[in-house]
């Protein structure tokens, strides 16, 4: 041994340093047209103040939170309101917690100016003059975030305003933010000399076909411009003068970054999945929504990720190095986030923290992963373009009553505590690393994936759910074993003991039981059975071993008397055997095994199975048949996909006992059946009302967190998405209550 090299036996050696865990709150402030969309508002977090105790708690001690122009001075330059910032900031100062200050998130800034207008940079700079007078113990700010991206979204693609769609709007736009950069950390500098500059960026790379080579090389120099401007790199020897000069940009303006270089303290590297692309000149071989050009060649322009590419190639660790080697600037990943499947979104962020500590074991200056959008974000999916209410959670689940912490919270303070975190779901890749992924098949010789990763177990292989249950577990990428009667009989305490030792799963999933609700009264005996006792015994069994345990109850535990929807804390009422099986069985659980996660739904319908009310109503309508239906009854349908991957997450965020889960919105059976045929394009004038005017309402709602989509996104998704076809006469008819 090398006595120069300290190790931590060695007496007075000291430990590596840990990467630092940095939190960031999604805060972008986006015109499109005239519509300003706030992230801060639409996650919540404007009206909440008990987020930051939450954030602070994690062990998170550096956040980059917004002090965005457009919230403090949205009329006039001179006009300003603090109230909201002066008291959030003192929250922070309270818990420790140091802000990365950011000033410009993708925004275009207040509705008198823009980012083509010549006095952009100065009317930016006099704001974080004011920010850094009035707050002068920040010591760290991003003047703009992302100039790049938000140049090439608002400037060349049109997605944001000014919504231009050519390279001299585009090139403006980025000139005009880094000259805000540096004026405005001179202007902080001013003030607070020692203030560091955090300049984030999306460097995601460009691979392509020969053909297209061109291409990719003009993108890849393209995505530096950033940080080469801010560096003074952009001389007339730079690859990117003459593009400037072309765009109608002159040479002095050039010159003022390298008469003014303002390089970074630190380099942000934001990196997301889809960031790295593919660029195919045979675009027949992708989806239509990858079609693109450049006037000289059309060619597909897909990700990166879903070709089968070189091992390496893509991923954090590529980019990171790229960076270091480039610039030799102390750097952090100031994004780390995944718009997916909780699994996948720990996968992603464990492979950017393995990344990173690589790279730092292997000499580059890495200071920090920071954990972004840790209360999630509204419709990212269209780039704010478009207003579905589409919430992607972070490390906390903004829709709750109370924020609620994921996965991702816990994986986020053990990483802060002791730089390490295990989860059974890591034991396979992200899906960005399965060969599913692929457009085309894999290379022969690609890696595959080797050991014995740990597995879910879940009951009910010849029902609906629990098939649902194994489809959805194999897309994701979670190894389970889906059992039957005769692998194990779920009311039998030895037969469930020895199938558990068998399969020694990480958590059992219970989709077992009695489901013939008309039958229930004339086969109690056997219903209660299935139903209760079997719950029961596996969540003795799950007790025992100390592992989650997760079964389904029904709406039909509550009587429809209430008039509203019901939510979990209302009291059960069973009229009918079968409701009172499942509240039996939701007392015997939650008595068993206090720990266990009992789901109540209602009225499945899905993509992959003919025994609902939906397909058989498709069916019919099809065949030129009459359809009655109730419409008195109101219900809560639930989507099968949506159930059984918003169960997936909240088994592996930890979750326990009773929630609803249904989509959202209520409806009568009759309402039901004439939206799916008006969708499916099927004559609405064969549906009638039944005759029952008994009027009930067995609808579920929450107060724990309406987590599903809105019935009317299931009911499309369920007509584009079924496998199953309306076939006249293939129905099997369902009875609803």
Same mark, same amino acid.
């Given at each position: ?18 990467l ?14 005239? *519509? ?19 954030v602070?708690? =994690?062990g ?7 002090? !965005? ?11 300003? $309101? ?12 309270? *818990? ?6 950011g ?12 980012? /083509?207008?010549? %006095? ?7 704001? %974080?003059?004011? @920010? ?7 010591d760290?700010?991003?003047? /703009?975030? &992302? ?9 060349l #693609?049109g ?45 995601g ?13 003009y ?6 411009l ?7 790199? /952009? ?24 008469e ?11 990196? #997301? *999945?889809?960031? &790295? ?31 089968? =590419? ?13 960076a ?10 100031t ?7 909780? $699994? &996948?979104?720990?996968r992603w ?19 920090? @992963?920071?954990v ?10 269209? =780039? ?19 924020l609620?912490?994921?996965?991702l ?5 053990? =990483? ?33 994936? !080797?050991?014995?990763?740990?597995? +879910? ?10 098939n ?27 037969? !469930?003991? %020895? ?27 056997r219903?209660?059975? &299935?139903?209760?006792?079997g ?31 019901? !939510? ?6 069973? @009229?009918?055997v079968y ?8 007392r015997? @659980? ?6 266990? +996660? ?12 003919r025994?609902?009310?939906? #397909? ?20 809560s ?6 159930? /059984?991957h ?13 929630w ?8 009568s059976?009759h ?12 004559d ?7 005759? $029952? ?6 609808? *579920? ?21 079924s ?8 129905a ?6």
């Amino acid at each position: 041994m090398n006595s120069n090299c300290p190790n931590d036996d060695q007496p007075g050696s000291q430990p590596e340093p840990r990467l630092d865990v940095w939190g960031g709150m999604e805060c972008t402030v986006a015109r499109i047209g005239d *519509l300003y969309r706030n992230q801060i508002a639409e996650t919540g977090h404007f009206d909440r103040t008990d987020d930051l105790a939450a954030v602070a708690a =994690l062990g998170i001690r550096r956040l980059r939170f917004p002090i !965005v122009w457009e919230t403090i001075s949205p009329d006039h330059p001179d006009q300003t $309101d603090w109230r909201w910032h002066d008291s959030r900031l003192e929250i922070l100062r309270q *818990l420790g917690v140091d802000p990365i200050a950011g000033l410009l998130h993708h925004g275009s800034g207040p509705r008198y100016t823009s980012l /083509v207008d010549p %006095a952009f940079p100065e009317l930016l700079a006099r704001h %974080a003059e004011r @920010v850094a007078a009035r707050y002068p113990w920040i010591d760290m700010y991003t003047p /703009v975030n &992302e100039p790049l991206t938000t140049a090439r979204f608002s400037g060349l #693609y049109g997605h944001w305003y000014p919504h231009g769609r050519d390279a001299r709007i585009f090139l403006q736009a980025l000139l005009n933010q880094c000259r805000a950069t540096v004026l405005s950390m001179h202007a902080i500098r001013a003030i607070n000399p020692h203030a560091k500059l955090v300049q984030t960026e999306d460097l995601g790379k460009v691979f392509s076909t020969p053909l297209l080579q061109y291409q990719a090389d003009y993108e890849n120099e393209r995505r530096w411009l950033t940080f080469d401007l801010l560096c003074g790199r /952009v001389d007339r020897t730079h690859p990117w003068f003459e593009h400037f000069l072309d765009a109608g940009i002159d040479a002095p303006a050039l010159a003022f970054f390298s008469e003014h270089p303002c390089p970074p303290d630190i380099m942000g590297i934001n990196h #997301y *999945l889809t960031s &790295e692309r593919f660029l195919d000149d045979r675009p027949h071989h992708y989806p239509q929504h990858h079609q693109a050009g450049n006037g000289i060649h059309q060619y597909a322009d897909a990700e990166a990720v879903r070709i089968d =590419l070189p091992h390496g190639e893509t991923g954090p660790y590529a980019r990171l190095k790229e960076a270091w080697e480039r610039y030799r600037l102390p750097i952090a990943v100031t994004e780390a986030h995944h718009g997916c499947t909780r $699994d &996948e979104q720990l996968r992603w962020l464990m492979e950017v923290w393995n990344a990173a500590n690589k790279l730092k074991a292997e000499g580059a200056d890495i200071r920090a @992963v920071t954990v972004w959008s840790l209360l999630g974000a509204v419709d990212w999916n269209t =780039l704010l373009v478009e207003q579905n209410d589409f919430y992607e959670s972070g490390v906390f689940d903004a829709r709750c009553t109370d924020l609620r912490p994921t996965a991702l919270a816990g994986a986020t303070a053990a =990483l802060a505590s002791h730089g390490k975190f295990d989860h059974p779901v890591l034991d396979r890749p992200g899906w960005w690393r399965r060969d599913e992924r692929l457009y085309r098949p894999a290379r022969i010789g690609a890696p595959r994936i !080797v050991g014995a990763p740990r597995r +879910l177990a879940i009951t009910g292989a010849t029902g609906t759910l629990g098939n649902a249950f194994s489809r959805i577990c194999n897309g994701r990428g979670l190894d389970h074993e889906l059992l039957g009667r005769a692998d194990m009989d779920i009311a039998h305490p030895a037969s !469930v003991e %020895a199938a558990l030792t068998r399969t020694r799963p990480w958590a059992v999933i219970n989709t077992a039981g009695f489901v013939r609700v008309a039958e229930a009264s004339r086969n109690a005996e056997r219903c209660y059975r &299935e139903n209760a006792d079997g719950a029961e015994t596996l969540a003795r069994a799950c007790a025992r071993l100390d592992i989650p345990f997760v079964t389904f109850s029904s709406d039909l535990v509550f009587d429809g008397q209430l008039g509203r929807a019901y !939510v979990e804390s209302d009291a059960v009422s069973p @009229v009918c055997v079968y409701g009172g099986s499942k509240a039996e069985a939701e007392r015997r @659980v939650l008595t068993a095994w206090p720990k266990a +996660l009992v789901i109540r739904t209602s009225a499945f319908f899905g993509p992959w199975d003919r025994y609902n009310f939906l #397909y058989a109503t498709l069916c019919d309508l099809a065949s030129g048949k009459q359809v009655a239906a109730s419409d008195a009854v109101r219900v809560s349908p639930t989507y099968v996909p949506d159930l /059984v991957h918003a169960v997936l997450d909240l088994l592996i965020d930890g979750e326990s006992g009773i929630w609803h889960l249904a989509n959202r919105g209520m409806t009568s059976w009759h309402a039901l059946a004439s939206r799916a045929a008006s969708e499916a394009r099927l004559d609405t004038a064969l549906l009638a009302k039944t005759g $029952d005017d008994t009027e009930r309402i067995t609808a *579920l709602s929450s107060e724990r967190g309406l987590l599903l989509p809105s019935l009317d996104s299931a009911i499309q998704r369920y007509v584009r998405e079924s496998t199953v076809g309306w076939n006249p006469g293939g129905a099997t008819a369902v009875a609803v209550a």
